[in-house]
Nanobody
């Protein structure tokens, strides 16, 4: 059974940091390494939007303008995890964060982890 499980969310004050992790199981290492992975987020009443991604093969990293310079995405191929390090968090970063792995035309999603930025 293939599965993506996110962890690391929580409540943090503005200016704080969080490290999100997404563990992939049921996928081969090859399928995890050779396909694009990404983090998305969805705030209440809003659409799910792309936060950061790593393309396949050349591992190019892309970020939404709103998080550039604050968030860093990385992939640990051996551990089959995708991580998102978030610094200088703002209230507008509050959302449920989802991990995504795309294999061909199929998207795999985790269940999401809540990030709340509030004083």
């Amino acid at each position: 059974q293939v599965e993506l499980v996110e962890s690391g969310g929580g409540l943090v004050q503005p200016g704080g940091s969080l490290n999100l992790s997404c563990a992939a199981s049921g996928f081969t290492v090859q399928s995890f390494v050779l396909n694009p992975v990404a983090w998305y987020r969805q705030a209440p009443g809003k659409e799910r939007t792309l936060v950061a991604s790593i393309t396949s093969r050349v591992n190019t990293k892309n970020y939404a303008d709103s998080v550039k310079g604050r968030f860093t995405i990385s992939r640990d191929s051996a551990a089959k995890t995708v991580n998102l390090v978030m610094h200088n968090l703002k209230p507008e970063d509050t959302a449920v964060y989802f991990c995504n792995l795309r294999i061909g035309n199929r998207n795999y999603w985790g269940q999401g982890t809540q990030v709340t930025v509030s004083s």
